[in-house]
């Protein structure tokens, strides 16, 4: 006999679970660059898309067709009686799409830690994987009968089963793909790269706490009985007490370490304080909450330094230290202050010991079932973008899409003195004077003061070729230039960058780098004939260059003017 109440209290729930990927998706395109944003939200679309079918078809079966030891059972397309484990008064539908929502956010959990460098074709295929057997052969080991939850092992909503596999499988990922171009100097110390856009992450973090609530509390599959609705009322005090308490510890610990609160590591501290909270939301008290809140809070910022700085694992958005060691630490936890079968309550070491049994076994089987899968991407399609693909962004490279932000520029990636920039090879397809055109503007002024004749150089380039640029103008001498993010087009009227929502794309109004310089030492020949071949690829559209007379210079600061103006004596 169906309940209605339970079966909407489920279907809530899995709603509110699904709505997570929203946050996801938003948090990782603020933490990240623009010319990447059109990837990310496509690749936290298809981890969905991908995993229900998958679900449907491989991983609900192989979680609860069974009471096996180590796999359930086979059964494409749910055909099978579940009568055995179905909660009380839920109809089959109504648990399949709550358990394939949370399969589908172990998936999208990977997308962080590998974003900004990933194939795209490589991210539907071990996100497939992920939904088809290594999240569902450990989620039956915890939730579907098998032999850790016949030991007793206690995750309520998946600090482990969700949140601990995707942050292994995200370290392994990260790990085998390598860090971002520009992520680590030459002697090897890392460097902060900048998310876009920090409002997008604050509001992916609002939105995931939100949902947590069904996340974890309607993880109940019951509102029917006094000890279902009290049982859900600790649920939503504790999965609020633990991300709270976690941002303040944060907060604190960038505070008084860096001088400043750091915005952007209290933002993720509220998500490793709810991923830790997941496991024992149902039995640790408000103080345990707060506790484990106060570990989450310190554990973050010191294991996203570990990986950061001494494994040299670049996680863009700090999902391995978030989901991973958050969530192992915050199953472990729940051994220690359970209020029925916790160490620190009196009940013994044998619940802890199960806890870490299962925390160790489950990360076992993530990482070495990742390292296979991401093994054989990497060396059969490959699992990395080129350097020129990373350089430009993956929005243009993997999908055709010129920004994700019609109409805005953004600031380009600086690449530090001393790492290579990838050779971009000419095409050949136009000569350099088309493809770089120099128009000289006549201007008869006067010879500026000391009798020396000064021309100003502006370099209309690519952003992603700024770089080369500004490094080769220092080799020849030039000592100083004004950069500007501007728009434009030229004779061509932009070009066709591919399809959006089956329309070609048009880009008349194209991102670019203004480079303005002013020479009076350094030949303008030679700056020219520098920027012609540090900018050239064959393309129409390379670069444009503009060389004119100046009347004078004058230096604010001291009052010369002309040549000595442009002179720095110290």
């Known amino acids: 006999m169906y309940s209605s109440v339970n079966t909407i209290w489920v279907l809530l729930g899995a709603a509110l679970v699904f709505l997570m990927q929203a946050g996801f998706a938003m948090c990782e395109a603020g933490f990240t660059r623009a010319k990447n944003t059109g990837n990310i939200l496509m690749k936290n679309l298809m981890d969905f898309c991908i995993g229900t079918p998958t679900y449907w078809i491989l991983g609900f079966g192989l979680m609860f067709a069974g009471s096996g030891a180590i796999i359930g059972g086979f059964d494409p397309f749910v055909r099978g009686d579940y009568s055995a484990i179905l909660p009380a008064g839920v109809p089959l539908l109504a648990y399949l799409i709550f358990q394939t929502v949370f399969c589908a956010t172990s998936a999208t959990i990977v997308s962080g830690s590998m974003a900004e460098r990933t194939k795209f074709v490589s991210y539907c295929i071990y ?20 032999w850790l939850s016949q030991l007793g092992f206690h995750d309520f909503a998946g600090s482990t089963a969700v949140h601990m596999v995707g942050g292994v499988c995200a370290a392994i990922g990260a790990a085998i793909l390598g860090p971002r171009m520009g992520k680590y100097d030459k002697d090897g110390k890392p460097r902060a790269i900048l998310g876009h856009n920090l409002s997008l992450g604050a509001l992916g973090v609002f939105i995931l706490w939100f949902c947590w609530f069904g996340f974890n509390g309607c993880s109940t599959v019951s509102m029917t009985g006094d000890d279902a609705i009290a049982s859900a009322g600790l649920i939503f005090v504790t999965t609020n007490m ?21 915005v952007g590591m209290t933002l993720n501290a509220a998500l490793a304080g709810l991923v830790a909270v997941t496991a024992g939301c149902d039995v640790v008290s408000p103080v345990g909450a707060a506790v484990i809140g106060i570990v989450a809070g310190l554990l973050l910022p010191i294991s996203v330094g570990f990986f950061d700085s001494v494994l040299k694992i670049d996680d863009p958005v700090g999902a391995i230290s978030v989901h991973g060691v958050c969530g192992a630490a915050g199953t472990l936890l729940t051994g220690l202050l359970s209020t029925s079968e916790g160490l620190l309550y009196g009940h013994g070491a044998s619940f802890f010991l199960t806890q870490c049994i299962g925390v160790g076994a489950t990360a076992l089987w993530a990482a070495v079932m990742i390292t296979i899968v991401f093994l054989v991407i990497k060396h059969t399609i490959g699992l990395r973008v080129s350097p020129e693909e990373e350089l430009k962004g993956l929005d243009v490279t993997e999908h055709g899409l010129p920004s994700a932000y019609g109409g805005f520029a953004f600031v380009y990636d600086d690449t530090p003195d001393g790492l290579p920039l990838p050779a971009v090879p000419a095409a050949a397809e136009v000569p350099v004077e088309k ?39 220092f080799d020849i001498g030039i000592t100083g230039m004004t950069a500007t993010n501007v728009m434009g087009c030229g004779e061509q009227r932009g070009k066709t960058e591919g399809y959006f ?13 203004q480079v303005s310089i002013v020479v009076c030492k350094v030949p303008v020949a030679l700056v020219v004939e520098t920027a012609k071949r ?25 009052g010369e003017e002309g040549y000595d103006a442009l002179q720095d004596a110290e």
Do not use: Q
């Open 127 to 146: 996100s497939f994987c992920i939904s088809a057997f290594i999240y569902p052969v450990s989620g039956h080991w915890i939730w579907g009968g098998g």
């Open 242 to 262: 633990a991300p709270a308490v976690a941002c303040v510890v944060t907060m604190v610990y960038t505070w008084l370490r860096h001088g400043k609160p750091d």
């Open 435 to 473: 493809a770089v055109p120099v128009e000289t503007v006549p201007s008869p002024v006067k010879a500026a003061p000391g009798g020396v004749k000064i021309t100003r150089v502006e370099i209309l380039c690519k952003m992603e070729r700024f770089d080369a640029l500004k490094r080769a103008m």
């Open 501 to 513: 929502r089956g329309a070609r794309v048009e880009a008349t109004m194209l991102p670019s780098i």
């Open 534 to 558: 540090v900018l050239y690829t064959g393309h129409i559209g390379d670069g444009k260059i503009f060389v004119c007379d100046v009347e004078n210079v004058i230096k604010v600061r001291t």
